[in-house]
């Protein structure tokens, strides 16, 4: 088991985020463009290629497991995000586990005791309609923290925790910057 704390604290200034239409492959690129930080979660905007706005956060605890045992893996960024785009009045709801999920499984995401499935294409998982999106982003800004599990394409199964604390002021503060 591993904590991570906040997320200040495991990445830095510059965060991965999430690029995509509805069709297209998920890419990742950086950013250094953070404009607020809300606790757990950050804003960060970027206006090149086009403009994109989100709330991101880190985990605040990874477990490992193999078999039923914790097992020590290196794993990439491990971000959840609540992405913006002008025109677009809910966000994108997507997550990244620092790792290929295996192929045709899901990220399981429980909040409180709602529960859902979010779709995987190499390292991102994304929920699978706007609706999904909009049910996903109600039960994260009412809830304390979401709990992710997954599966890697090597078998190592994981569950990610992360606060939702901050998450409704961040989410707003990303909803704001991309309004135009």
């Known amino acids: 088991m591993t904590s991570l704390g906040h997320f200040g ?5 510059a965060a991965t985020f999430l690029v995509t239409g509805l069709t297209a492959t998920a890419q990742a690129q950086e950013s250094t463009n953070r404009v607020a930080a809300e606790t757990d979660w950050s804003v960060f ?3 090149s290629p086009t403009k994109e706005c989100w709330a991101v956060s880190a985990p605040r605890e990874t477990v490992n497991t193999r078999g039923g045992q914790p097992v020590q893996v ?5 971000l959840l995000f609540a992405t913006y785009r002008p025109g ?5 709801i997507s997550f990244t586990g620092g ?5 045709d499984s899901t990220v399981g995401v429980t909040i409180g005791t709602n529960e859902f ?3 995987v294409d190499g390292q991102w998982a994304w929920a699978g309609s706007p609706e999904d999106d909009q049910r996903l982003f109600a039960a994260m800004r ?3 923290e979401a709990v992710l599990t997954a599966r890697s394409s090597r078998g190592t199964n994981t569950r990610d925790t992360f606060s939702l ?3 409704t002021a961040a989410s707003e503060e990303a909803g704001r910057q991309c309004a135009d």
Not at 74 to 78: K, T, V
Not at 88 to 92: C, F, I, K, L, Q
């Open 88 to 92: 677009r009045s809910a966000p994108e």
């Open 74 to 78: 290196r794993r990439g960024d491990i």
């Open 165 to 167: 604390f901050g998450f």
């Open 45 to 47: 905007v970027e206006t």
């Open 99 to 103: 790792y290929p999920f295996a192929p």
């Open 9 to 13: 604290a495991t990445v830095a200034v």
């Open 117 to 119: 499935q979010l779709f």
């Open 142 to 144: 009412g809830g304390a």
